[in-house]
């Protein structure tokens, strides 16, 4: 076990995050209490302030690793694709459609959607500053493999991770054969888009 591990074990990190995501799953994001989620942790409520000082930091955790984790395991599962932008494409596909199935981005569509909007229209949240970074670090090998066109990075991840938010908060709209045509759409998209001239 390593230091991080041990350390999110002794301090109840992970008791807390998943009590705070059974609770989200029940109640959506507004109903859950920093009482119920200590409840359900079987911690006290100071505990869990210690921890995170407000229910919107609680939150804010909670998404990071939840999604953060679906951002790691779609790369892991691209990492033997073909060139930097095969491998690109494919890690951001798997990652949209993982997000768009997940229950707790489901269950945030359901019951508060409006909680979303403020990170389509007004900041970059976390996580999807997660997905820049590291779409950023994919592009700068596609770069070095000659798989993707030159510029910035940063800015074509950034303009990648723009392209992707409508896909992802139309998630409940969509059946499974719609979801399977517009990811697909979406791949040709960003393809076309980091391929060289």
Do not use: K
């Given at each position: 076990m390593t230091g991080?591990?041990?350390?999110?074990?002794?301090?109840?990190?992970?008791?807390?995050?998943?009590?705070?995501?059974?609770?989200?799953?029940?109640?959506?994001v507004r109903r859950t209490?920093?009482?119920?989620?200590?409840?359900?942790?079987?911690?006290?409520?100071?505990?869990?302030?210690?921890?995170?000082?407000?229910?919107?930091?609680?939150m804010r955790a909670l998404m990071t690793r939840e999604f953060g984790a679906l951002l790691t395991r779609a790369r892991d599962g691209a990492a033997e694709a073909g060139s930097g932008r095969?491998?690109?494409?494919?890690?951001?596909?798997?990652?949209?459609?993982?997000?768009?199935?997940?229950?707790?981005?489901?269950?945030?569509?359901?019951?508060d959607p409006e909680m979303l909007l403020p990170y389509l229209t007004e900041r970059t949240g976390r996580?999807?500053?997660l997905a820049r970074e590291a779409t950023a670090e994919a592009i700068a090998a596609g770069q070095a493999d000659d798989?993707?066109?030159?510029?910035?990075?940063r800015t074509l991840a950034a303009t990648c991770e723009l392209a992707t938010r409508g896909v992802v908060?139309?998630?409940?709209?969509?059946?499974?054969?719609?979801?399977?045509?517009?990811?697909?759409?979406?791949?040709?998209?960003?393809?076309?888009?980091?391929?060289p001239r």
């Open positions: 991080t591990a041990a350390a999110a074990q002794t301090d109840g990190s992970e008791q807390i995050l998943d009590a705070a995501r059974a609770a989200v799953l029940d109640f959506g209490t920093v009482s119920e989620v200590a409840r359900r942790a079987g911690l006290s409520r100071m505990t869990v302030y210690r921890r995170y000082p407000d229910g919107a930091a609680l095969e491998r690109l494409v494919a890690t951001c596909i798997t990652t949209i459609e993982l997000l768009m199935t997940h229950p707790l981005m489901l269950r945030l569509l359901e019951l996580f999807q500053q798989s993707i066109r030159p510029g910035d990075p908060i139309s998630a409940r709209s969509l059946s499974a054969r719609q979801r399977s045509r517009e990811l697909g759409e979406l791949a040709l998209m960003l393809d076309g888009y980091l391929r």
